[in-house]
């Protein structure tokens, strides 16, 4: 089969591989239907993953058909058109659950997937603890419709849960890219008074007013004011922290009103520092930490009756065989791209 391989820092290459086969009672073979390209695994190209293996078939967003199950498994079925969670594990020790997945304590535990075992950028993909990270999508949904449930769209489900909006918020997301979006959508569940997102990117302000016009929109540069200007109390309610960089994180601190809530969604490449000193007296509840993708099913269902909407997200579509020139566009930013879907 074709898989888009991990060769050293620098290089992916499409390889050809064994399909893979059952290893554990516990695992499912799926055949990719369709996958997607995400930010983490630019980072795996360019060696900012440590755990990432070289050898690696990569990617960790996905969709498919179940082709075979081990004898454990038993909430799928050959057949089934699934949902593939970036997150594996075991659902038994405590923070699984607990809903903690992504601190799972099995081996694979934790991102696995298209980082430390091989990943779905493939004709077909083996997923361990099948019964946990496989979900069957409801009849009428689609791929496109149910690409981003595993991964990015369950990043920002998670962190609209945990941060506890409420309807008379305003709610700051600093960071308009394909997870600022997910994280946009999953807010707007919770109906908050106001929504603000910050963007520097002019293409990616654009995509925000043609899609969802009813939502406020600043410029990094203006956003203090603006953010100001635009809440009851001096600041935001809750601030998601979703664009990973030194600038983004002083601002959301920045940004929110005392006693406010500031969730962190990004991964950044160096560690941050909270000014202790100038924050004093803001008495911030800081919240941070992986997507806990244990929402899947609920992602479904909104779907399926039409209260979420990722497909905008897919600017662009290519072949497996062509996936080279997909990460080129991706990596480079070109032709205003937010997702690349990758059919098998």
């Known amino acids: 089969m074709l898989a888009y391989t991990y060769i050293e820092p620098g290089r992916f290459a499409l390889r050809?591989?064994?399909?893979?086969t059952l290893c554990d009672p516990r695992d499912a073979i799926v055949r990719v239907t369709m996958a997607s390209?995400?930010?983490s695994d630019l980072h795996i190209k360019?060696?900012?993953?440590?755990?990432?293996?070289?050898?690696?078939t990569v990617g960790h967003e996905m969709v498919g058909v179940v082709e075979q199950v081990g004898e454990a498994v038993t909430a799928v079925h050959p057949g089934d058109r699934v949902t593939v969670n970036v997150e594996t594990f075991c659902g038994h020790c405590f923070f699984c659950r607990n809903g903690y997945v992504n601190n799972c304590t099995d081996p694979n535990g934790g991102w696995a997937l298209g980082c430390r075992i091989d990943g779905g950028q493939a004709e077909y993909v083996r997923v361990p603890y099948a019964d946990q990270g496989l979900n069957r999508i409801p009849k009428g949904v689609s791929d496109r419709q149910a690409l981003f449930v595993g991964d990015v769209l369950a990043t920002g489900y998670w962190a609209a849960r945990i941060s506890d909006i409420k309807p008379e918020d305003t709610v700051l997301i600093i960071?308009?890219?394909?997870?600022?979006i997910c994280t946009l959508l999953c807010a707007l569940l919770h109906q908050p008074r106001r929504v603000i997102v910050c963007e520097q990117d002019p293409a990616r302000l654009r995509f925000l007013q043609t899609h969802y016009p009813d939502v406020l929109t600043v410029t990094p540069a203006h956003a203090l004011e603006f953010v100001r200007r635009n809440s009851g109390h001096g600041g935001?309610?809750?601030?998601?922290?979703?664009a990973g960089t030194a600038d983004s994180f002083h601002l959301a601190w920045e940004c929110a009103r005392p006693n406010a809530t500031v969730t962190i969604v990004a991964l950044y490449d160096t560690p941050q520092v909270l000014p202790l000193p100038d924050m004093y007296g803001k008495n911030l509840t800081f919240k941070t930490g992986g997507v806990d993708g244990c929402d899947c099913d609920t992602l479904l269902r909104l779907i399926a009756s039409g209260e979420i909407d990722t497909t905008p997200l897919i600017t662009h579509i290519f072949p497996l065989q062509e996936i080279d020139a997909a990460?080129?566009?991706?990596?480079g930013k070109r032709d205003h791209v937010m997702k690349v879907a990758v059919t098998m």
């Open 236 to 242: 935001a309610d809750v601030v998601l922290e979703v």
């Open 46 to 56: 360019h060696g900012s993953v440590p755990r990432a293996v070289p050898g690696v």
């Open 175 to 180: 960071g308009a890219g394909p997870t600022g």
């Open 16 to 20: 050809n591989k064994p399909v893979p």
């Open 327 to 331: 990460y080129a566009l991706f990596e």
């Open 37 to 39: 390209i995400c930010t």
